[in-house]
C-alpha cells in the first residue's frame, strides 16, 4: 500500500498534467472528475475551469458532485502516475473502475496518463 504522502504527490502531479494538456484536450467542458483511493479512505474532487485548466483540487470525497469517477487502490494510482502501471491494464484487470460519465473521464484523463 501506498502512503498518504505518496498518493497526494501523484494528485499533484495530476493536476500539473491536466494543466499543461487541458487546454488542448478539454477546454470549454467545465466538469469534475472524482478520483478515490480505496485503501487510503480517501480521495481528490477535480474541477476542471472552461478552460481545460484545474479550476480546484480539493481532498474530499463527494461523487455526487462529480461527472465521472475512478477508483482504484493506492499502489495502482502511484504506479499510473509513476507510469508503472499502464492505465488500460489496470482498468482491464479490474484494479481501477469507473462510475458515471465516461465521456467525461476521457476528456482529460488520455491526455495524462
Excluded at 491536466?18 to 472528475?33: Q, R
Excluded at 502511484?78 to 482491464?92: C, D, F
Amino acid at each position: 500500500m501506498a502512503t498518504m504522502e505518496e498518493a497526494a504527490n501523484a494528485m499533484q502531479t495530476m493536476v500539473e498534467k491536466i494543466n499543461e494538456v487541458g487546454p488542448f484536450s478539454s477546454a470549454d467542458w467545465g466538469g469534475s472528475i472524482q478520483f478515490v483511493i480505496s485503501d487510503l479512505n480517501t480521495g481528490w474532487l477535480l474541477k476542471m475551469a472552461m478552460d481545460g485548466t484545474v479550476e480546484n483540487c480539493e481532498e474530499k470525497i463527494d461523487e455526487d458532485a462529480a461527472d465521472g469517477v475512478l477508483e482504484m487502490d493506492s499502489d495502482t494510482w502511484v504506479g499510473i502516475n509513476n507510469k508503472t502501471v499502464p492505465p488500460m491494464e489496470a482498468y482491464t484487470e479490474g484494479k481501477m473502475k469507473s462510475r458515471k460519465s465516461d465521456e467525461a473521464l476521457m476528456k482529460v484523463l488520455p491526455a495524462t496518463m
